[in-house]
Every structure is written in structure tokens, then in C-alpha cells.
């Protein structure tokens, strides 16, 4: 492959992007940083790490590499993904791709012996920062699964527990600058940012389907593709936090309902999402959006809080449908893995978040030191 002119670009050429990264747990703070990193450009490759280059350095990962493969390509702003992607992004990756320039977000990821994986692309000028999503990591979801507490729902249903809120990163010793627990802040514009912006035409087949969609994961990937397959335009209601705990028990949902309407909404097969939809679908609700059809899993579901069918309205009008998505995993088996898992998991955020506080350290202590000789030549050249 010839590599001339690969990094001349203008506004007629294509801009390819690089971005790498373990994605385990997918969340909505990683589809923020995919958003970022594809405006920057035209054309979004994303590499992923496998299971091995992972445990190596960082410790087991919740997902299989299959599972985190087909995951970020569900992420609407990727458009191809790189399997097995090397641990540390090199300059012959970027040629191999043909990308302009690699992209990370504003935290310091480091190997096994402590290195920047940035380094090389860092120090050849081809490397972009994008804004780190405060408020949500995967060692924060973990946290939340094995503590076992309500504080992370919206504050309309429970008031939040801050002894617990600040407890959610598992690591107590040595509390990362960047994984460590803080709160997600909704706004309107970044529920716009993710939003398709798009109306469904007047020939559109709408599909409607609603749930929890709580830690969203493979299991909901298979089943929307599917839900995509019955119609043109895809409408996902989501159940508040309150309603999802009236039917899941315990301290589900683990995100609350801003969280999980991002999640779904970075989604390819997700046209739009209704926040707090109404947990049985009525009339008024297929009448305002024009739903032809409203599909619900194989999934067995329970009786509203009057004990009515949810589902009533549109099992009497001939419009309902369960289809099968042909993916068993749930909500529940994601937990079971991360309590049947715990010491591995606290061992491994415990190193990584000590990995990167040490990190962190050094590069404040870098940037004071570039502070003070800018400081003494400013100095010098007055006098």
C-alpha cells in the first residue's frame, strides 16, 4: 500500500481517524469519545483490544473480545473496527489504516510497566484529545454492581447517599484522577448531540419497543437489530428508575434513566428514544408517534402496577410481536459475572487506578516543571 500524501488532507479529501481502547462495558462515555473523535474527520476507525493484551495489562475484562467487537460496532459513529488492535498505537498502525492522526481522550492510559500508550504517536504530532465523559466509568458501574446501593438513581426517586456515592470506585488506597466517582450531569445538549435529529417520513413503518435497557449491552445490540428489521424507524421507550426498580427489585436499574437514554441512544438501530415512557404502552402513545408496530423479547414480562397487560392496547389493535434475538445474555448475567469475578475485578481496578494516580503524578509534575522555565525566560528576557 503506497503511504505518499497520507497525511495531507483538506475539506475535499477523506479525514481517517484512529481511536483504540479496551471497551469493556461499553458506555455512553465511550460513544461520547467515538461522537468527538469523528467530527474531528470524515471517517472513524476503531481499533480494539483483545482479551490477552488486556489481562496483561490491565487485568480481565467483563466482556469477551467478541462481545466488545460487536458492541463498538453497534456505536452509530464507527464506521469499521479493528480486532486484536496493539496494546500501544504505533505510527505503523496509523499508515497501515491510512489515518491521519490518532484520538484519546484527556486521561493518561498507561501498559503493564507504566508507559504512556501514547507515547509514539504522541511525540510524531499525530495525536488529538477529545473530552473525557465525567461521571461514568466502568470501574464506577462495577463499584455500583457490589455495593449494592440506590445512590446512583435519579434524585426524583431517592434521594442519592453520598457516603455510598463516594464509595462506587472500588479502589479505597489509591483513587484514580480519572476513574474515580463522580456524578453525570444531564443537559440538553448532550442528549442533542447523540440524537439523530431525524422525523420519521410520512411512508416510515415506526417500531416501538420499551424496557430498562439497563447496562446496555450485547444482548440489547441483537435484539434492536432485530427490532430494526421489522419496520424503517425505531422508537425505544425507556422506563424510569423508579419503575425499573418496581419490577427488577434490588438496586436496579445499575444507570439511571439519563444514562441509559444515551446509551441507547448512541445506537445505529435507535432513531429516538421516549424518556420515562409510560411502563404499558397506550393508545395515546401509538397514536402520537404512528406506531405500526410494538415488539417486545421472548423476555417473560410482568403486570403493571394495577396488574393490567402492558402490552393490552396493542395486543387488542393486532399490532404486537415478540421476536427472539438469539442472544440469551442479560442484565443479570453481566452482575453474576462481576460478583462471581469480584476479587479479580477489585485487584485489577486496584492496580489500574494506582497505575494511573503514579501517572497523573508525573505529568502534573512535568507540566509544573515546563511552567517554571517559562516563567524564568519570560523573566529573562523583561530584564
Known amino acids: ?27 455512553f462515555g465511550h460513544a461520547n469519545a467515538c461522537r468527538q473523535a469523528k467530527h474531528m474527520g470524515t471517517h472513524l476507525i476503531v481499533g480494539v483490544h483483545s482479551d490477552a493484551e488486556i489481562t496483561k495489562h490491565k487485568g480481565p475484562p467483563v466482556f469477551t473480545e467478541q462481545e466488545r467487537y460487536k458492541m463498538v460496532r453497534a ?91 463516594l464509595r462506587m470506585s472500588l479502589c479505597k488506597e489509591s483513587v484514580s484522577p480519572w476513574t474515580g466517582a463522580s456524578q453525570f450531569l444531564p443537559t440538553t445538549n448532550k442528549i442533542i448531540q447523540f ?28 435484539f434492536l437489530e432485530k427490532v430494526k428489521a421489522c419496520g424503517d424507524y425505531v422508537i425505544v421507550g425507556l422506563h424510569s428508575d423508579k419503575v425499573v426498580n418496581r419490577y427488577k427489585g434490588s438496586n436496579h436499574p445499575i444507570m439511571n434513566l439519563h444514562e441509559r437514554v444515551l446509551s441507547v441512544l448512541a445506537c445505529r438501530y435507535v432513531d429516538e428514544v421516549v424518556i420515562g415512557a409510560p411502563y404499558s404502552v397506550t393508545l395515546e402513545l401509538i397514536n402520537h408517534f404512528k406506531v405500526s408496530c410494538v415488539v417486545h423479547g421472548q423476555t ?9 397487560n402492558p402490552y393490552e392496547v396493542p395486543l387488542g389493535l393486532g399490532i404486537f410481536k415478540q421476536i427472539d434475538s438469539g442472544n440469551p445474555m442479560s442484565t443479570q448475567d453481566i452482575i453474576t459475572r462481576i460478583i462471581d469475578n469480584r476479587l479479580e475485578y477489585e485487584k485489577r481496578n486496584k492496580k489500574k487506578e494506582a497505575k494511573e494516580a503514579a501517572a497523573y503524578e508525573a505529568f502534573q509534575k512535568l507540566k509544573a516543571e515546563n511552567l517554571n522555565e517559562s516563567t524564568a525566560v519570560n523573566v529573562n528576557q523583561q530584564a
Open 1 to 27: 500500500m503506497s503511504t505518499s500524501n497520507k497525511n495531507e488532507v483538506n475539506s475535499e479529501q477523506e479525514v481517517r481517524v484512529w481511536m483504540d481502547g479496551c471497551y469493556d462495558m461499553v458506555h
Open 75 to 165: 456505536i452509530k459513529w464507527v464506521d469499521q473496527v479493528v480486532e486484536d488492535a496493539p496494546y500501544v498505537t504505533t505510527l505503523e498502525t496509523l499508515e497501515e489504516y491510512n489515518c491521519a492522526f490518532c484520538v484519546h481522550g484527556d486521561d493518561i492510559t498507561v501498559t503493564a510497566d507504566g508507559v504512556d500508550t501514547y507515547h509514539i504517536v504522541k511525540a510524531a504530532g499525530r495525536y488529538r484529545e477529545c473530552k473525557r465523559t465525567q461521571g461514568v466509568s466502568t470501574t464506577d458501574l462495577v463499584g455500583r454492581m457490589l455495593l449494592v446501593t440506590k445512590s446512583h438513581h435519579e434524585p426524583d426517586d431517592m434521594l442519592p447517599d453520598r457516603e455510598n456515592t
Open 195 to 222: 440524537s439523530n435529529g431525524r422525523e420519521p417520513k410520512p411512508t416510515d413503518k415506526v417500531v416501538y419497543t420499551a424496557g430498562a435497557f439497563d447496562l446496555f449491552h450485547v444482548g440489547h445490540v441483537d
Open 300 to 308: 417473560q414480562y410482568e403486570s403493571d402496577a394495577d396488574g393490567r
